[in-house]
């Protein structure tokens, strides 16, 4: 029996980010890039229901993908549909309400678009609600589930070039989603025990003088997260996007424009300098298939994906810690985060 699907949202990235990107740029992106066009490629799902408060958003999805049925309230398709599995596309001020109605209402497991909320009370709320229900959690950040993006952490885990040192990126926001995501999984979801780090220009509500509350999210100057394995994870704001690198103690992994291809270099054993390695090419695949794939195995067999509950509250925690660090003047802040009702919408 194939697993029922609810889509809440049916804008971009539901459905028609595949208009914009495709045969548009270099990388790792593969199509479907779409929740919808994922779901209509993995046969053991079924789009039964969709949901959007705009009813003209709505009856273009619900045509174009041939899904029967369309809903105004996200607690009406629930309540009737009983879906397995749901698709969170909406405004991000918007999921966290939606996740927790769904938790609590039978769903098995919840694809949500990043960033996954605004503020880490609602990241509390999800994670209270899905640990006591049991419910699997696929996030939307993509490079994790793209074929380089796994071939680096493959290299980097497998001590080839020795013990893993540290992870650098060179653009990217704090709260976003993607960037941090994405360092993280090359470290291998470590715990942090210090975050510190400088913000780009803020973007307060007109009229708040707390600090506690944004209406944009900004980008990362400089960063320094230190976790309980000793591999700190620096970010250093160049502005130039889409590149990684991960260092071991006898190699360095360099990840290009944006997942298209790996370079690798290991230490001379007599001085040192570095030299190529030769990298066994990729196949690339859709990432967005390869998430749909992964959440119906953990509904299944009980296992974690890659873009788990876990390392989606991790990322969140440290996004928000370099907002509290940056107000603070730079300073090192250790989780748990305080002032966890501070707001901060991406869009």
């Not at 041939?66 to 001020?93: C, H, M, N, Q």
């Not at 260092?247 to 054993?269: A, M, T």
Request: net charge neutral; proline share 5%; hydrophobic share 35%.
């Amino acid at each position: 029996m194939r697993l029922r699907v609810g889509i809440i949202g049916c804008g971009r990235m539901a459905s028609s980010i595949e208009d914009e990107v495709q045969g548009k740029q270099r990388g790792g992106l593969v199509l479907p890039y779409c929740h919808a066009g994922a779901y209509a490629r993995v046969e053991e799902t079924e789009m039964v229901a969709a949901c959007d408060v705009m009813e003209d958003k709505l009856q273009v999805f619900l045509k174009r993908w041939s899904v029967p049925r369309g809903y105004a309230d996200f607690r009406e398709l629930i309540d009737k549909e009983r879906p397995d599995i749901l698709s969170i596309t909406t405004r991000p001020e918007q999921r966290a309400e939606v996740m927790v109605y769904a938790a609590e209402h039978g769903v098995k497991g919840m694809y949500a678009e990043k960033p996954l909320c605004c503020s880490l009370e609602e990241a509390d709320a999800i994670r209270a609600a899905f640990e006591r229900h049991g419910v699997f959690l696929e996030f939307g950040p993509m490079r994790r589930n793209w074929a380089v993006f796994r071939q680096a952490r493959q290299i980097a885990a497998s001590g080839e070039l020795g013990g893993l040192r540290s992870a650098v990126g060179f653009a990217g926001n704090s709260i976003g989603g993607h960037f941090l995501d994405t360092l993280l999984y090359l470290l291998g979801d470590p715990e942090p025990v210090s975050i510190r780090g400088t913000l780009d220009t803020l973007h307060p509500a007109e009229g708040d003088s707390s600090k506690l509350r944004f209406v944009k999210d900004t980008g990362i100057l400089s960063a320094l997260v230190e976790f309980h394995t000793g591999t700190p994870l620096h970010v250093a704001g160049t502005g130039k996007n889409g590149e990684y690198e991960v260092v071991c103690e006898k190699g360095i992994l360099r990840i290009q424009n944006d997942g298209e291809c790996l370079s690798v270099r290991r230490q001379d054993g007599r001085n040192p300098a570095y030299d190529p390695l030769p990298v066994q090419p990729v196949t690339h695949w859709s990432g967005t298939e390869r998430k749909v794939r992964e959440l119906v195995e953990s509904i299944r067999t009980g296992r974690p994906g890659v873009s788990n509950l876990r390392a989606t509250l991790l990322g969140t925690e440290i996004g928000f810690g370099l907002y509290e660090s940056h107000l603070q003047g730079g300073v090192a802040v250790k989780p748990p985060i305080p002032n966890r009702n501070r707001w901060v919408s991406s869009w």
